[in-house]
């Protein structure tokens, strides 16, 4: 794909790396867990399979106006429900080598908070 500049010339330039992303307003930056990780075993399951029950992460980082008394924090382990927007894969921030993918949430989504040991 080429990318034109404003006199419809092929840019010379490329597009700059993503190296960060914060989450804008009540918006929540989540790290979904892969359904093995879900389900807690050692086996291989296929990315592809479904697990019985919402889909489970962890919160990244919270938007700036998302309230402080809703009851979970960042790095609580969570359950989601509804609709979300993907975070870009490939990206060269910081995602600590993660394989897991990003996701953007409002925070009604969130339906529990998981205690872990």
Not at 32 to 53: F, I, R, W
Not at 66 to 86: A, E, I
Not at 90 to 107: A, C, V, Y
């Amino acid at each position: 794909m080429k990318i034109l500049d404003s006199d419809g010339q092929v840019a010379t330039k490329t597009m700059p790396s993503i190296t960060g992303v914060n989450p804008c307003g009540s918006q929540i930056l989540v790290e979904l867990l892969t359904a093995q990780e879900a389900l807690g075993t050692v086996l291989h399951v296929d990315e592809s399979a479904s697990v019985n029950g919402a889909p489970q992460g962890y919160v990244v980082s919270l938007g700036p106006k998302v309230p402080s008394d809703l009851g979970f924090k960042k790095g609580d382990r969570v359950t989601l429900n509804g609709n979300y927007t993907p975070v870009p894969e490939g990206q060269k921030f910081n995602r600590e080598n993660s394989h897991r993918p990003w996701i953007l949430i409002e925070p009604h989504q969130i339906k529990a908070v998981f205690v872990e040991e």
